[in-house]
């Protein structure tokens, strides 16, 4: 189908309403720094100049995007982008624009290069991941990169799922305001910077970061970059980063379940931040030098931090929302399912879904965020060996911008959602302790009501990090030394628990383990708990590497009717009751949980 061609019937100003608005509720006007006259540029005007267009193929949309004359170009319907990853090099004075809800580049992006005068809006850019490549190193793929750009405004987008960056603003860009998007699970959202020059402005304001790990925003050798009104919620590595010489102003933002939500990186990086709220959201919250004064540039209104998470989840994004996700997901790496990361199915899943994940080793960092409920994520073949989820984060490893991750950033598999059944995979923390002793998790239980069945998990310290309340059935766990640990609840019931050195079993909170297995190879190398812990082991088959003394420290020990090599009644070891032992069942050690059927 050919595109349609509309002819504008008057001639439109910078302050008058743009084309970009066109089958949009919302103002045509640019605002913050793209909003300025600068560089022989009237502020952001995009393709006003020039004609409109309606496309609905990447033919026509790479025809338009790149030709020399200006255009507002219409965007109808879902553009799937080839080959994989394509970024369509946009053109100067060029308005991309979905059309009403539903508007969509898929598997693909925009590179704006050395170019003015861009506006893109009420657009979904997806899905361009490349399964495995969770660091985004093997393949570019953003959802929209500009390098030496100015004046571009990003508007009222949705950026999801892209293979590195969501957006990256690079190599001296100017004159940017990127307002009113979501950017959404996924690794890296929006950094700024890549140069050593110190001269970029940008304008951020009412976006939604949410379900993302780190770049939110990271923003490296600004001469001035303005915060303002912006939600960032549900981040696992760090929030908003000021780096280099950069120049930060941060305020009446709100921070939501965000580690570190505020870090001036180096000795020359300024940040003043005002107004902010910070909810369950501890770490950094720095301020440091006089950055500037975004008054001085332009004027704005800022709403109360308090209400930002209402307006921005309300207001953010293209119209029509997001596009729901089956209540069935799968999730592969050879392109043969919905998504291809589990972090992404993890994202989209509707509470009740159930997530299928087909043979792979998938290296990713997973975060079942804290509003997760009733989510089932399982192994497509039932045997744990073929689906392996594994990521090698030490908690002792040095944050690039100070201090170390600990056990909350640094476990493979993030567990901050309640009533989550996991079933048939493999959790692995592959850091190699020889470099540096220290926890290394595989998997961390924050939420509430945790299941595991018939799951793996596999590290050396600290494999099992236990915050909440988690019951295992059915499992196999290796390590070496606080091989289960933390201060929450956790019910080993027919699990395999493998001391691969010497060290201990337990360590922390409440551990019951029943109708288990002990195992280890190195004779009387291993205690069963240590201090400041309740460690009650029944019913379970002790071997040889259990220590004669097996607890260590002042903690609540006992056992009950086990067996094995390594079992035995002395006065060094507590023994309950029949009495006792009816308090240390399943159920009861739980308290109020109703157990999944089979439990």
């Given amino acids: 189908m050919k595109p349609l061609l509309v002819l504008l019937a008057v001639a439109l100003t910078v302050v008058a309403p743009s084309p970009a608005a066109a089958d949009t509720p919302w103002s045509g006007r640019a605002d913050g720094f793209a909003g300025l006259s600068a560089l022989g ?12 267009v309606t496309v609905d193929n990447q033919a026509d949309l790479e025809r338009y995007a790149t030709a020399s004359e200006p255009y507002v170009i219409k965007v109808r319907g879902s553009i799937r982008m080839e080959p994989y990853g394509k970024e369509i090099e946009v053109a100067s004075d060029k308005s991309i624009v979905g059309e009403g809800a539903g508007a969509e580049i898929v598997q693909g992006g925009f590179f704006l290069n050395q170019v003015h005068n861009v506006i893109l809006r009420n657009l979904t850019i997806r899905d361009s991941y490349v399964a495995g490549d ?3 190193k093997s393949k570019d793929y953003d959802g929209v990169q500009m390098d030496g750009a100015h004046h571009v405004w990003i508007d009222h987008n949705h950026f999801t799922r892209t293979g590195d960056g969501l957006l990256d ?3 001296d860009s100017d004159y940017v305001t990127v307002s009113w998007n979501v950017f959404s699970d996924h690794n890296k959202a929006v950094g700024v910077g890549w140069t050593p020059n110190v001269v970029t402005k940008v304008t951020m304001h009412h976006n939604w970061i949410r379900g993302t790990h780190q770049r939110n925003a990271s923003i490296d050798n600004t001469e001035a970059a303005h915060w ?18 950069g120049k930060l102003v941060v305020e ?12 001036a990186k180096d000795p020359a990086s300024q ?23 975004p008054s001085a540039y332009y004027p704005y209104r800022l709403d109360p931090a308090e209400r930002v998470p209402a307006i921005v989840s309300r207001g953010a994004g293209p119209l029509g929302g997001e596009r729901p996700a089956p209540h069935r997901i799968t999730v592969a790496l050879d392109g043969t399912g919905d998504f291809g990361s589990v972090q992404a199915a993890v994202g989209a899943a509707p509470r009740g879904a159930v997530i299928i994940i087909k043979p792979g080793v998938y290296r ?8 997760r409920r009733d989510l089932t994520i399982k192994g497509a073949t039932g045997d744990p060996e073929d689906v392996v989820i594994t990521y090698e984060l030490p908690a002792n490893g040095a944050k690039f911008y100070g201090g170390t991750w600990g056990p909350a950033a640094s476990a493979t598999f993030g567990m901050l959602g309640s009533d989550i059944t996991v079933e048939g995979v493999t959790l692995r923390n592959a850091y190699d302790e020889a470099l540096a002793a220290g926890p290394a998790p595989a998997v961390r239980t924050a939420g509430d009501r945790i299941t595991f069945k018939g799951t793996r998990f596999l590290g050396n310290e600290g494999t099992f990090q236990a915050d909440g309340r988690a019951y295992l059935r059915d499992c196999y766990v290796a390590g070496d030394v606080d091989i289960v640990r933390g201060p929450g609840t956790a019910v080993l019931d027919r699990c395999v628990t493998e001391s691969l050195a010497p060290g201990n079993v337990a360590a922390g909170g409440s551990v019951l383990m029943t109708g288990s297995r002990l195992e280890g190879d190195a004779a009387k190398s291993v205690t069963l708990g240590r201090s400041s812990t309740q460690v009650v082991v029944r019913d379970s088959w002790l071997g040889g590497h259990v220590k004669d003394d097996p607890w260590e420290g002042e903690g609540r020990f006992a056992e009950y009717r086990n067996t094995g090599p390594g079992a035995a009644v002395t006065a060094d070891r507590p023994q309950l009751t029949d009495d006792e032992a009816r308090a240390y069942t399943v159920r009861a050690f739980l308290r109020n949980w109703a157990l999944p059927s089979g439990s």
């Fill in 41 to 52: 540029v009237d502020g952001t005007t995009g393709g006003a100049a020039g004609p409109t």
């Fill in 134 to 136: 969770w660091d985004g």
């Fill in 169 to 171: 603003i690079r190599k």
């Fill in 228 to 245: 303002y009104n912006n939600y960032v919620q549900d981040t696992a590595m760090y929030g908003t980063m000021i780096r280099g010489s």
């Fill in 252 to 263: 009446n933002s709100y921070y939501r379940s965000v580690p570190d939500p505020i870090v």
């Fill in 271 to 293: 940040v003043v931040q005002r107004g902010n709220v910070f909810d369950q959201s501890e770490g950094r919250t720095d301020q440091a030098g006089a950055a500037f004064d």
């Fill in 364 to 371: 990713e960092m997973v975060r079942v965020w804290a509003g």
